[in-house]
């Protein structure tokens, strides 16, 4: 099966945008973890990256899964796959979270990890991706794992999302997409930092539903063969909606991209369909999900060794993120490939699973 290479290149500029935020913004009391001399307007909004996965997540999904009308989703099978895809990983990082800490408690009684609190029943939470399950709040253990979490909800009432979203009529898929914008737009509005909210599904279930709308939208304009220059102009619209401060223009940016990149002849897809793009973008869960914990081992290298810390800011963040990727590349051969294709053997989904509807597709 062929991918939406495009799509699946994107997830990696996403998931670098999230590191980005994570590596250079002071966004707490400690501060950035790297001084790079400037700061950037493009780099605090790093946390937008979880927004675009949100929107492509519920487009691929919805584009793989949504039966067709009056056919009964297979939500046993869907749900198979589905934790195939995600957990294993998400509970090696999770578990080697909590190696740490207890290293950092018990045996090197220092500071390991750039946070504290650690309560065993957020970690019961976490372990069953529960932790999310809410309108927002505290991020928890490995606290990029939120969003994984949230992602979970979005499978278990993945059907409820296929049945609110409207089918066939252009118009009324139009309208359903202003009103998921709409409701965005009241949850950056209440927010104390724009959409910058994490722990809960605020921020999922109206882009999510973007993203099935966005399918749906797609298979009711099947011969339109999409705008040359469509995925510029989605760019423009989110840059500016980081440059204004409008969380939700650039979650409408996104939107346009993640259409305009589902189609052949748009003017980005030859450059994002390189090998070495898609093949990081296939990394880019592991490269998510994993990052923390390189991350916060860094930190120890650096008051443990007053070397590296004299190295310039820019060269510590390109040996981290090389870590960061090798880590990354390294789970996903270890441990997603093979834990994936064991599960879905076990359990037959693979070989029952419905037909893509057509020859292009997407790792996700």
Same mark, same amino acid.
């Given at each position: 099966?062929?991918?939406?290479?495009?799509?699946?290149?994107?997830?990696?500029?996403?998931?670098?945008? @999230?590191?980005?935020?994570?590596?250079?913004?002071?966004? $707490?009391?400690?501060?950035? /973890?790297?001084?790079? %001399?400037?700061?950037?307007?493009?780099?605090?909004? %790093?946390?937008?990256?979880?927004?675009? /996965?949100?929107?492509?997540? $519920?487009?691929?999904? +919805?584009?793989?899964?949504?039966?067709?009308?009056?056919?009964?989703?297979?939500?046993? =099978?869907?749900?198979?796959?589905?934790?195939?895809?995600?957990?294993?990983?998400?509970?090696?990082?999770?578990? +080697?979270?909590?190696?740490? @800490?207890?290293?950092?408690?018990?045996?090197?009684?220092?500071?390991? @990890?750039?946070? *504290?609190?650690? =309560?065993?029943?957020?970690?019961?939470?976490?372990?069953?991706?529960?932790?999310?399950?809410?309108?927002?709040?505290?991020?928890?253990?490995?606290?990029?794992?939120?969003?994984?979490? +949230?992602?979970?909800?979005?499978?278990?009432?993945?059907?409820?999302?296929?049945?609110?979203?409207?089918?066939?009529?252009?118009?009324?898929?139009?309208?359903?997409?202003?009103?998921?914008?709409?409701?965005?737009?009241?949850?950056?509005?209440?927010?104390?930092?724009?959409?910058?909210?994490? $722990?809960?599904?605020? =921020?999922?279930?109206?882009?999510?539903?973007?993203?099935?709308?966005?399918?749906?939208?797609?298979?009711?304009?099947?011969?339109?063969?999409?705008?040359?220059?469509?995925?510029?102009?989605?760019?423009?619209?989110?840059?500016?909606?980081?440059?204004?401060?409008?969380?939700?223009?650039?979650?409408? $940016?996104?939107?346009?991209? @993640?259409?305009?990149? *589902?189609?052949?002849?748009?003017?980005?897809?030859?450059?994002?369909?390189?090998? *070495?793009?898609? /093949?990081?973008?296939?990394?880019?869960?592991?490269?998510?999900?994993?990052?923390?914990?390189?991350?916060?081992?860094?930190?120890?290298?650096?008051?443990?060794?007053?070397?590296?810390?004299?190295?310039?800011?820019?060269?510590?963040?390109?040996?981290?993120?090389?870590?960061?990727?090798?880590?990354?590349?390294?789970?996903?051969?270890?441990?997603?490939?093979?834990?994936?294709?064991?599960?879905?053997?076990?359990?037959?989904?693979?070989?029952?699973?419905?037909?893509?509807? *057509?020859?292009?597709?997407?790792?996700?």
């Amino acid at each position: 099966m062929n991918q939406f290479k495009p799509l699946t290149s994107l997830r990696l500029f996403l998931a670098l945008w @999230v590191l980005c935020r994570h590596y250079f913004t002071v966004y $707490g009391p400690e501060g950035a /973890f790297f001084h790079i %001399g400037f700061t950037s307007t493009y780099f605090d909004h %790093g946390y937008l990256g979880v927004d675009g /996965f949100f929107i492509l997540s $519920g487009f691929i999904l +919805a584009y793989n899964y949504d039966p067709a009308p009056g056919q009964p989703l297979n939500l046993k =099978r869907f749900i198979v796959a589905r934790i195939a895809r995600i957990y294993p990983v998400y509970l090696v990082c999770l578990l +080697a979270f909590a190696a740490a @800490v207890l290293v950092r408690d018990y045996a090197l009684h220092t500071q390991i @990890v750039g946070t *504290s609190g650690y =309560r065993a029943p957020d970690f019961l939470l976490e372990l069953f991706m529960l932790s999310a399950w809410r309108y927002a709040g505290g991020n928890g253990w490995n606290d990029v794992g939120w969003s994984v979490s +949230a992602e979970w909800f979005a499978y278990v009432f993945f059907p409820l999302f296929l049945l609110a979203a409207p089918r066939f009529s252009r118009i009324r898929i139009l309208l359903a997409g202003c009103v998921a914008l709409v409701v965005l737009a009241a949850v950056e509005a209440a927010s104390p930092d724009h959409l910058s909210l994490s $722990g809960g599904v605020a =921020r999922l279930v109206p882009e999510f539903m973007l993203g099935v709308l966005l399918c749906r939208l797609r298979e009711a304009v099947p011969d339109h063969g999409g705008y040359a220059w469509g995925a510029l102009v989605s760019l423009a619209v989110c840059a500016t909606g980081v440059a204004v401060g409008v969380d939700t223009l650039f979650v409408a $940016g996104a939107a346009g991209l @993640v259409f305009s990149l *589902s189609y052949k002849n748009d003017v980005l897809t030859r450059a994002l369909s390189l090998r *070495s793009l898609v /093949f990081l973008g296939e990394v880019s869960y592991c490269l998510y999900i994993v990052q923390r914990i390189p991350q916060y081992m860094f930190a120890f290298a650096r008051r443990q060794l007053p070397g590296l810390t004299a190295l310039p800011a820019a060269v510590q963040a390109t040996l981290l993120l090389a870590l960061t990727v090798g880590v990354a590349i390294l789970l996903h051969f270890a441990i997603e490939k093979p834990m994936r294709r064991c599960i879905n053997r076990r359990f037959d989904t693979k070989a029952k699973a419905q037909p893509a509807k *057509s020859p292009w597709s997407v790792h996700l």
